[in-house]
């Protein structure tokens, strides 16, 4: 979506015109983001809100009403990452269900209910856990979404089974199949789909981690579209125009003149060309944290997690090196295992880390996470110690509880391993590629580690829907 916003703004408009639409954003006050400047690559924050204000009476009977499902939360948060040096684009999606640190706290939370607490929350959460920088944040709902697709005149997707799913409202069968705005929305918000084998409805496993997967190519048709018809036509460009403006909401820093240089510069980024990624994350069902309930949700899985961030930002990668200044340490076993402490106290002095106080508190959930907490300025130490572990592990940007400079909260999967010595690649993802142990990889595209599961590849599965196949030209 920010490829529509970018599209139809380098349109060649005339500026007057452009300043009207461009005066009909909402500007945000988003604390914490990143300055950039001249010619470094940019990172923006894409929030997909599931705000129910301002639907009209029609949406509101499907999805429910703001006064029914109050707040807002992320239902799609991707990270769009450009560098105007080599004019590439790419793309990485965080889970919504994915388990983090609060900022400022020793608490855990789901990634799309920090956007209940505001932009700033959510730009927090991925800087300080994730250590992705944020240059901008955007943020559309689903009225914006639908009126996109309608202003096109629909989007065709081929759908090799029908598909079904009673939350979303999704109900299409096979072909290809032209899609107003409400289907349209009804497939990128399907996380309970089931698709049609034979007489048999088969559900899809895999959730969110799925629907991310078939998003994405979405917004390859959606891109598609765009350029194909909307550029083509001004009576187009204008609709489009009309209905992202009014329903967009950018942070303060993200100027008209920012937008129109970087629709210019990116112009020739073909939306059907954009390599994307997923973070690869490991599966939680049922999960009890601190005896509290929270469903399904999904736990980082390192090394994979930080290699793909590394790919996906390229040059602009914050680099991982030992600190030049030897911080002080604290480990606090949760891992009900002794030995498991033991292994990880050795396994850091022998990487150079001096170990002042270890001491042991109950398990607070199976499995448990690993969390690095770290104070103002000491992030760069976090990601390094962060890089000799594997398993689930997070930061969090909280004052450490022992007066340390990084408290570490020993989980139930964690191990040491090797730094990486291979320099981060500059190109762009093209899939979140594991390096899990060999195991087959079943039809759905996804990879049983230990039990649990691990994303693994972009590639659209067997009953997902994809672009329509090029119509044969006649005779």
Known sequence: MVGVALCVLAAGLAYGYVRYRD??????????????????????????????AGLDPSEAKAFGTADQVGGARSDVTMLVH???KTRSVSLLSIPRDLFVPVPGTTKLQRVDAALNQGPDQLVQVIQDDLGIPVNHYVELNFDTFQSVVNDLGGVDM?????????????????????????????VVRARHMEYK????????????????????????????????????N?????????????????????SLGTMISLARRFRSVDPRSVPTATL????????????????????????LDQQVIRQFLGSSAPAVAPPATTPTLALVNQSGTPSRATTIHDGL???????????????????????????????????????LLGGSVAMGSAPPTTGTDLELLIGTDVSMTAPSSTPPSTSPPSSAVTTAPTTAAPSHGLVNVGGDVVTVQETPQSFDPTACPPVAPKG
């Open 234 to 254: 001004p009576f187009t460009v204008n609709s489009l125009i009309g209905s992202v403006a009014p329903n967009l909401k950018v942070d303060q820093g993200l």
């Open 280 to 303: 690869p994350v490991t599966l939680a069902p049922s999960y009890r944290f601190m005896g509290v309930p929270y469903g399904d949700v999904v736990l980082p899985n390192e090394p």
């Open 158 to 186: 081929y759908f090799p089974n029908a598909v079904r799913d009673s939350y979303s409202g999704l109900n299409l069968g096979t072909g290809c199949l032209h899609l107003h705005g409400d289907q349209a929305l009804a």
């Open 349 to 387: 002095q022998a990487a150079g880390y001096t170990v002042t106080t270890t001491s042991r508190q109950p398990v607070p959930a199976r499995p448990a996470e690993t969390v690095i907490l770290y104070g103002s300025g000491k992030q760069p130490a976090a990601l390094h110690l962060k890089s």
């Open 23 to 52: 005066d009909q954003i909402a500007r945000l006050k988003v604390d914490g983001l990143q300055a950039g400047a001249g010619n470094a690559p940019m990172t923006i924050l894409l929030v997909g809100s599931n705000t129910r």
């Open 82 to 84: 450009l560098e105007p």
């Open 197 to 232: 084998q034979g007489r048999r409805w088969i559900p899809d496993p895999y959730g969110d981690l799925s629907r991310i997967r078939r998003n994405h190519e979405f917004l390859r048709v959606l891109g598609g579209a765009v350029a194909h018809k909307g550029l083509a």
